[in-house]
């Protein structure tokens, strides 16, 4: 990704799934104009998810994802299948392909099932339509899958359905049209902060550069409350902790806002004079992100932590850690130390996510900015179907120093 290109986790993701040799990576080259995926007769020839990066206007940014084929077969089919099955987990929208000769099979009906228990919109594009010939009549054939899927006891309408050819170019311009169509609510614009705002007074950023800070740039979460502030006209200071005091004495304490890093949370709380507002990167990404709800419900159950218990800590990037690394020291040393219980910490990044949680008394996750939304979605979902309790890095860090009140008073208002 570019610097100023939209991150992975704030584009739709668009999947495209189907059976080996259905015709998925010819259609996906024909959308994104570029030859991302090898094509050829032979069966399985994507064996790992191909993704590209572009704009689909009106919609916007998008990823496009290239999957293996969901009827592969052996140990290495098995692995591929479950590759597809990862892409399902962060999709906004999936495109099932399938070849108009070949009756629905077990693959498909699954996926179209998977598709419908995720509530995930999907379009279903019947590729190779070139080769039924040219009297074939459309309507005909789309009451016939239509009845077919009914059959198969599958709640499919012709409204999902369309043909389509990349060979004699028929209805590739439709299926991006269909796409759009179905994705147009999900488009609707979302802000981290300035629609929490009632006045145009200064607001102060926190950002502190440690050793656990990115090389030469500021996270992710940051540049977006950045921008977004500046987009709306407000005045923002960016400072250092080590700055915060002196700044706030130039501005006469004249700020409706100061926002943190979590990691200097208690701090800052110390500075910051009670009648100005404070909260942090990571509890305005809960709200973004859509768990704001469901991670203050999760908090509550900090108390209850007993001797024993087990903590996932999930992140939802890979970096290197440090030696006073959030997620694996200072977290765990933190909950420790505010319960006075021993505890036992798994940890988790990337794209890793356990299935089974049963093992673990609490979720703690990170602000998941580089997730997209329906991923951390489905996170929060599997943790609390289980029965578990999810929170994330804000929340927990605000309970722990005692501050989560004021962290949270913004967004109660």
Sequence with gaps: MSLNGTPSGERIHIGFFGRRNAGKSSLVNEITGQNLSIVSNQKGTTTDP???????????????????????????????????????????????????????????????????????????????WDLLGDVVDERVMLTGKEREMNRLGLDVTGEQMIFASVHKQQNVEMVKEKIIQL?????????LVKDLLTSQEPVIMVIPIDSGAPKGRIILPQQQVLRELLEAGIMTVVVKE??????????????????????????????????IQLTSYSILMSRYKGFYDAAIEGIQKMDNLKDGDCILIAEGCTHHRQCDDIGTIKIPRWLSEYTGKKLTFDTTSGGDFPQDLSKYAMVIHCGGCMLNGREVLRRMSRTMKQGIPFTNYGMAIAKMKGILERSIEIIKK
């Design 50 to 128: 191909v993704k590209k990066a572009m704009e689909l206007l009106p919609l916007g940014p998008v990823m496009i994802v290239d999957t293996p084929g969901f009827d592969d077969e052996g140990e290495l089919g098995r692995l591929r299948i479950q590759k597809a099955k990862d892409v399902l987990e962060k999709a906004d929208m999936a495109v099932l392909v399938m070849d108009v000769l070949e009756p629905v099979n077990e693959s498909e009906k699954q996926l179209i099932e998977m598709f419908m228990d995720r509530d995930i919109p999907f379009l279903l594009v019947f590729s190779k």
């Design 242 to 275: 080590t700055e915060l005091d002196q700044a706030l004495q130039r501005l006469e304490n004249r700020v409706s806002l100061v926002i943190t890093d979590s990691q200097v949370f208690e701090e800052v709380n110390k500075i910051v004079p009670k009648e």
């Design 183 to 191: 994705m147009k609510d999900f488009a609707e614009e979302k802000y």
